[in-house]
């Protein structure tokens, strides 16, 4: 048997392991001020309007922000972002710029690039905030309110419908944070209004075949719907040519709301098929650069670096036709 002593001794000297392993914790990595860096951005997939872009806005800083940028296209896998990310850092890239697909898969990712001394800037989505955290684990989120998106689409459908409709919702990429915080807060204003019902809620992975086909047996479904929120501009689309394919006036019969602020949504907008849509801007390579410089120069970061979106309706969609993409 071991000495009581023994063991306590042996108790003492984890705890104190323990301590020195938390206090070598001194956060996110550092950046160097430098002139140039090697810089990564992985993109979780490339194949839609909103996503190239923001590639887009993230090559046309570069030069500017003195990046020598790396881009990988995940294609739509979180476990191909995942060994994106591993490559970055074999690389010993300066800075990691990453939009995590999901709020869960890609931590490993951030912790492993932590270890490595890299930090990483969030951009567009968010991971768990219960398991990964701004200051500590990465430098800082940098993207939109998606709780008050949310909030906003269904303000404007409570407004519209005159209190009352039968609901479609046609969710994001599961596990993303944008799905679970448009749902959270669209449902919640929903949920306040006695004349409003959400029928059906599936996801159509922020995609617009997908869409139209979730879209289309949600409709055989729900027959008597009034009403389709979409957490995506690509998702709303798909969903007006499974209304129209079904013999419905899109925007009439049966009203049409999301978010992102595409061009072809705007257009839609003018055309009276969709009612309104929320930005959601992606736009992120000029506020990447200047909260990059910030961090590189010892300033402190809030960790979330909100970005204001604007509204589009009837009102203004013609008007602001210049900020779709
Ligand atoms: O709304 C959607 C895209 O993460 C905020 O992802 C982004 C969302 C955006 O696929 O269109």
């Known amino acids: 048997m071991q000495h009581p002593r023994r063991s306590l001794l042996v108790l003492a000297a984890a705890a104190a392991a323990c301590v020195s392993a938390l206090a070598a914790d001194t956060g996110a990595p550092k950046l160097a ?7 990564g951005f992985a993109q979780s997939e490339n194949n839609n309007p909103w996503r190239i872009a923001e590639t887009k806005s993230m090559q046309e800083v570069a030069a500017k922000c003195g990046w020598q940028l790396v881009v990988t296209d995940a294609g739509g896998s979180a476990a191909k972002q995942v060994a994106d990310v591993d490559s970055m850092i074999a690389q010993k890239v300066d800075l990691i710029v990453l939009p995590p697909r999901e709020e869960k898969p890609l931590i490993p990712a951030v912790m492993k690039a932590k270890k490595a ?16 955290k701004a200051g500590r684990d990465y430098v800082t989120f940098i993207g939109s309110d998606f709780v008050d998106q949310g909030r906003r689409a269904a303000e404007w459908l409570v407004k519209a419908s005159g209190g009352k409709a039968t609901i479609i919702e046609l969710e994001g990429t599961t596990g993303s944070s944008p799905a679970n915080d448009r749902k959270k807060g ?4 929903i949920a306040k209004n006695a004349g409003m019902k959400i029928v059906a809620s599936q996801s159509g992975d922020f995609a617009r075949d997908k869409g139209r086909q979730i879209a289309q047996s949600l409709l055989q479904a729900h027959p008597g719907a009034t009403a389709i929120y979409a957490h995506n501009d690509e998702m709303a689309i798909g969903a ?3 209304l129209e394919a ?3 006036k899109a925007g009439k019969d049966v009203l049409v709301v999301s978010i992102d602020g595409t061009k072809d949504a705007l257009t839609a907008i003018t055309q009276g098929k969709m009612g ?3 930005q959601s801007s992606p736009f992120f390579g000029p506020v990447t650069c200047k ?6 120069k010892g300033e402190s970061i809030p960790p979330w670096v909100k970005v204001e979106d604007k509204f589009y309706d009837t009102s203004n969609a013609q008007a ?3 900020d779709g993409y």
Not at 33 to 39: D, E, F, M, R, T
Not at 117 to 131: C, E, F, S, T, Y
Not at 186 to 189: E, G, I, L, P, R
Not at 291 to 296: P, V
């Open 291 to 296: 909260t990059a410089q910030r961090y590189a």
């Open 276 to 278: 309104a849509t929320v």
């Open 320 to 322: 602001n036709m210049a």
């Open 240 to 242: 007006i040519t499974a």
């Open 117 to 132: 001394g890299i930090p990483v800037i969030l951009v567009d989505r968010n991971v768990d905030q219960k398991v990964a």
């Open 33 to 39: 001020q430098k002139s140039s860096y090697k810089v």
């Open 186 to 189: 669209f449902d919640a204003v």
């Open 246 to 248: 079904a013999g419905k």
